[in-house]
């Protein structure tokens, strides 16, 4: 792979040790909050990589007789962690030892089915500092958007700009979805001021994380019926908390009275359209809003505030240059991501990769999951599968969740209970299945 000078000034920025990695060979990493499924996307994107997955539930006394000899024998060893805290001995470790830690999170551009899906990032960042959500210290995004000399680089500007219409005129965003209603349809003919309250998983960690103090997605929706009186206020749950995959902070019912409580698939790019203002804590769905010219209201710290571009409820002091949208988006999208061919796992760049979300969209058979190889014995065999079981459970499946959760769990019903972030859920899979 060729490294050009402008994605070296990103990667100083950004402080990529991955660079010098290449340089030096097969490196050992290790690798903690690690998911079952993740951990083959991981090796396909990482190929100079050595990767060594630390359990989820290790403990103190295995950490110091196992693993902390492994990983301080190691010529060129490193820690990745998925999410925002290293192990309190890990990260004593780490800077005894001075090892280098990444913290990975989905890129901003995902794929064509959210996370809860478990289908594959198509792009990830990689942070030294901190994840890119986490307003508490300066992560590498916020330290490139702060010191790079964006007006000074016009074919980055010009491939922004190129790149902000490449995804408005596609509809792409973080999460897709096929678009079988029209924001009229749902929202009914607009005859005032539209303003959108954009939910969240409120024990996400870019809540967690993103705020200095405590909001709740209902908290946001009265913030925006006290403040916009005279428009109509629609109120978006995140489409996770809909479907159950995440559990329910705060009950919309709460402020029905406030607002249209909106439960309708739409894709993001559609849901934005005929609105005029958006009340976000700290979504994504805020920078896409930016990006269509609509006014955004953040209650909490995203990575895009503080940059003169929004109306932020809550100040970041570390924050006070102003940048354009077009510099924002060109820190965000063009160099702080890695983007991942879907088929080779090799690097690829925005443009390809909106490409390929395209296509995803477009034939979603080529999204639907692979059923497990059945066999006699183990988990997927005659007692672990349990056929019939999985159909008798299938009702309660779709009544509970989506179309694609019954999708999810007809082609793996072991991995789609294990993966359910409700601890009550996994226990109901562990009794149903508990092969696997």
Excluded at 98 to 116: K, T
């Amino acid at each position: 792979m060729v490294v050009t000078k402008r994605q070296t000034e990103a990667a100083e920025a950004a402080g990529d040790y991955a660079i010098t990695a290449r340089a030096t060979g097969l490196v050992s990493t290790f690798a903690v909050h690690i998911t079952e499924w993740k951990k083959a996307f991981l090796r396909r994107y990482f190929p100079q990589r050595h990767f060594h997955f630390l359990p989820k539930d290790l403990s103190e006394r295995d950490f110091e007789r196992l693993w902390k000899p492994r990983i301080q024998g190691e010529r060129a060893a490193e820690l990745f962690v998925w999410g925002t805290e290293l192990p309190t001995a890990l990260a004593a470790l780490a800077r005894v030892q001075n090892i280098p830690v990444w913290f990975l999170e989905d890129g901003l551009l995902r794929s064509a089915r959210p996370s809860a899906s478990r289908t594959p990032p198509l792009s990830l960042a990689l942070d030294r500092r901190t994840p890119y959500f986490d307003c508490r210290k300066p992560s590498d995004l916020e330290a490139l958007l702060d010191a790079y000399n964006f007006e000074a680089d016009r074919p980055l500007m010009e491939r922004a700009r190129a790149g902000i219409d490449l995804l408005l005129r596609s509809g792409i965003s973080k999460y897709n979805d096929e678009r079988t209603q029209t924001a009229e349809e749902v929202y009914g003919e607009k005859t005032r001021k539209r303003v959108l309250v954009v939910g969240q998983v409120e024990d996400d960690a870019s809540i967690l994380y993103g705020c200095l103090g405590r909001t709740s997605n209902n908290d946001l929706v009265r913030l925006a019926a006290a403040e916009q009186p005279d428009a109509q206020i629609l109120y978006r749950p995140h489409p996770d908390v809909l479907s159950r995959v995440r559990a329910l902070k705060s009950n919309p019912a709460d402020v029905a009275h406030l607002c249209e409580i909106v439960t309708d698939r739409l894709p993001l790019a559609e849901a934005l359209r005929t609105v005029d203002h958006v009340y976000t804590i700290t979504s994504l769905a805020g920078f896409e809003a930016l990006m269509r010219c609509i006014k955004v209201t953040t209650a909490g710290c995203p990575f895009y505030s503080g940059w003169g571009l929004t109306d932020d409820r809550q100040p970041n002091p570390r924050r006070g240059r102003k940048l354009s949208l077009e510099a924002l988006f060109a820190g965000a999208y063009l160099l702080y991501p890695r983007y991942f061919d879907p088929e080779t796992g090799g690097q690829t760049t925005f443009e390809e990769t909106v490409a390929t979300i395209r296509r995803q969209i477009e034939e979603p058979e080529a999204l639907s999951p692979q059923r497990p190889a059945w066999r006699a014995w183990g988990p997927y065999g005659i007692l672990g599968w349990r056929h019939l079981l999985t159909a008798a459970v299938m009702p309660a499946i779709r009544h509970l969740g989506n179309d694609r959760d019954v999708e999810e769990f007809r082609a793996d019903p072991i991995r789609f209970f294990r993966g359910l972030s409700d601890h009550r859920l996994r226990i109901i899979g562990r009794i149903l299945y508990p092969f696997g």
